[in-house]
Structure formats: C-alpha cells, structure tokens
C-alpha cells in the first residue's frame, strides 16, 4: 500500500509512527511471494480529496468532508474526508521512500488519478454503476496465477482497509500483516471499525510469526 514521502509519519498526510515499521516490510520482501506490488497514490493536483480545493469554511484537513458524485450517474454519491494536498503527480511527496527496498517489488500500481473521485483501494474507487478509475492490479494478481494476497502498509484505516476488502471481493484470500501497517485512527473509529469491517467481509488480521506467514517461509525451503 501507499509509503511515499506523502504519507509517511513525517509527510503532509501524515500517518502517526507510519515509518516505523519499514524494516518489518523490508523483511517481508525477502519472503518468497509470487509477486510483490507496490501501489502508491499519483494524485493530480485539482483532485477532490484535497482541502483546498474546496472553499471555505468547509475545506479544513482531516475534518471537513465532502460529497463525492459519480460523473456518469449523479445518483450515486457518497461522502469522503477531506485531506492536506499529498502524494501530487510528479513531485517528491509522491515518491516512495528510500528506506524501502524497491529493488525487491515486481510491480508499481498508480492509483488516485482522476481527479473526480476518491481511490483508496488500490484496485478502484468506490463506485460500481459505473466504476470511474479501476487500476491494473486485479490483473496482474491473475496473472501471476496469485490465490492469496499479503497486504501491508499504509494507512490500515483507509488504503489498506478498502484494498484488503476489494481483494476479497475479486476472490482473493486475503491478509492484513498486523506489525507491518499503522492507522490513521488508532481509536475505535479508525482501527477498530477496520477490524470489524475485515471479520464481516473475509479479511484475514495476521500476525508476523503467526502460522499463515511461516507458510511462506516454509515454502523456500521446499523450493
């Protein structure tokens, strides 16, 4: 999920400790997956999540919201938090950071890039009648002929979140490595309405030493 210099703990979106469990996923990209994705978001910088692209007195980050309106069906619309301008097109706000051992992944998936609507799942946003930006993601999990998928990173309440529900909707079994993502929200609002979203929609919360990534392990020595 999403670690550019954006979203970071020390980003204009920040997540609180977010770079801190950087080496946990670096650790894991040394783990034998089939593939290994990272996404990002590569935001225009009119897009409607950002807070000052809204007027005042509506337009305060992290507590204003916004309705969002499908462009090809006004009767689809739903309400989305407003943010500080992050992770713009181009710039190194959306970049992933150093720390992160890239030479490892596979695989960079762009996402947020209609200005229109917000994205945080990492496969398309939240829109169905039509869907407005779908990225290629779902496809490059087929084709690496991928059954179960691993998630990480940033932030647990919102990008992880919706990406983890959307793998599990495109038939993916799917995991949220606890140690290796941190939320916006710590409270119940946040991190507690995710797990509770993740048990009623068939995401699985893992531990780092729990019995699903010691497969994993396990698989390298077979091979």
């Known amino acids: 999920m999403p670690f550019g210099f954006g979203v970071e703990q020390n ?130 999990l087929r084709e690496a002929d991928i059954s179960h998928v691993f998630i990480v990173g940033l932030a647990l309440d919102y990008c992880v979140r919706f990406t983890a529900l959307d793998s599990r909707k495109e038939g993916f079994r799917t995991y949220v490595v606890r140690e290796a993502t941190r939320a916006v929200d710590s409270g119940e609002a946040g991190r507690g309405a995710t797990e509770h979203a993740f048990e009623d929609g068939g995401v699985h919360l893992v531990d780092l030493d729990g019995e699903e990534l010691h497969r994993v392990r396990a698989s390298a020595k077979k091979s």
């Open 11 to 140: 980003g204009s979106l920040a997540v609180p400790a977010g770079r801190e469990i950087v080496s946990t996923i670096n650790d894991l990209l040394e783990l034998p997956f089939v593939v290994k994705i990272a996404t990002k978001d590569w935001h225009p910088a009119d897009h409607v999540s950002f807070a000052s692209n809204h007027a005042t007195p509506d337009n305060v980050p992290f507590v204003s919201t916004t309705v969002v309106r499908n462009p090809y069906n006004a009767s689809e619309l739903y309400t989305t938090r407003l943010w500080p301008v992050h992770c713009v097109q181009d710039t190194l706000g959306a970049q992933l950071i150093p720390e992160l051992h890239i030479d490892r992944i596979d695989h960079v998936v762009e996402k947020g890039q209609d200005a229109r609507v917000e994205m945080y799942s990492a496969f398309t946003d939240p829109f169905v009648r039509p869907s407005v930006s779908t990225s290629p993601l779902a496809a490059l």
